[in-house]
């Protein structure tokens, strides 16, 4: 039987603190989502100023990550070069960029997915959240 590791409430509390902590330095006003390797949703903050529909974007870009292993903008870009058939694909509903998957010892345990700035910044967020981690997101 193999095993692998997995995010526990601690680690969760450590992520959403970073990503908050980046968005308040940067004031981008975000939703804030982590999930794990199945894509179920363990965290949820929607920042002061942010978006309603954040709430909903944020989990979509969190799920998307987990479940494809990899970062939501790769579907972006995918859609973005003509592959539209991605747009129809089941469970994958945040194709944009701003989830990115948590990584330890080579298995994806979870994403974080963030919504309400650019996308880009987005991600910067998620980013900084898997930082507090010590791993490479």
Request: aromatic share 4%.
């Given at each position: 039987?193999?095993?692998?590791?997995?995010?526990?409430?601690?680690d969760v509390k450590r992520i959403a603190a970073a990503s908050e902590a980046e968005a308040l330095a940067n004031r981008w006003a975000v939703s804030i989502a982590i999930v794990d390797d199945g894509g179920?949703?363990?965290?949820?903050?929607?920042?002061?100023?942010?978006?309603?529909?954040s709430a909903?974007?944020?989990?979509?870009?969190?799920?998307?990550?987990?479940l494809g292993r990899r970062e939501s903008r790769v579907y972006e870009e995918m859609i973005n070069q003509g592959r539209v058939?991605?747009?129809?694909?089941?469970?994958?509903?945040?194709?944009?960029?701003?989830?990115?998957?948590?990584v330890a010892e080579g298995q994806c345990i979870g994403a974080v997915g963030v919504s309400g700035v650019k996308s880009t910044e987005?991600?910067?967020?998620a980013r900084a959240g898997i930082a507090a981690l010590g791993l490479a997101g």
């Open positions: 039987m193999k095993t692998k590791p997995c995010l526990v409430l601690d179920h949703l363990l965290w949820l903050q929607r920042l002061d100023g942010a978006a309603p529909i909903q974007i944020a989990p979509g870009k969190a799920r998307t990550a987990a058939s991605f747009l129809s694909a089941p469970g994958l509903e945040g194709l944009l960029e701003g989830g990115v998957p948590i987005d991600a910067q967020i």
